[in-house]
């Protein structure tokens, strides 16, 4: 079993910036990626950024260029940098991360941009 812990959320002014962090626990060996997906309120969940094993990013096309996902100082730790944050970016964060078949889920932290 892998733990995913969010932190970093909360309320910020359009064009302001937020860096949320995931922490892994547990059997976090040979996870071959770990990223980020946004559930907005009355949408669908969708995919942010993600960074595999192998150090390869990618990112849906609203956030490419203000987004920036990296591994944080351990391991085990993805960081999401969003900076000229919009309105439309308010949602819940979720941190997510797989190894083979098994895919985990964080319980998610709220990201405010006010306009």
């Known amino acids: 079993q892998v733990q995913l812990v969010e932190a970093g959320g909360g309320l910020v002014q359009a064009g302001g910036s937020l860096r949320l962090s995931c922490a892994a626990s547990?059997?976090?060996?040979?996870?071959?990626?770990m990223g980020w997906y946004r559930q907005a309120p009355g949408k669908q969940r969708e995919f942010v950024a993600v960074l595999t094993s192998g150090n390869t990013t990618n990112y849906v096309d609203s956030v490419k260029g203000r987004f920036t996902i990296s591994r944080g100082d351990t391991k085990n730790t993805v960081s999401l940098q969003m900076n000229s944050l919009k309105p439309e970016d308010t949602a819940v964060y979720y941190c997510t991360a797989a190894r083979g078949p098994r895919v985990y889920w964080g319980r998610g932290t709220q990201v405010t941009v006010s306009s």
């Open positions: 547990g059997s976090i060996f040979s996870l071959n990626y």
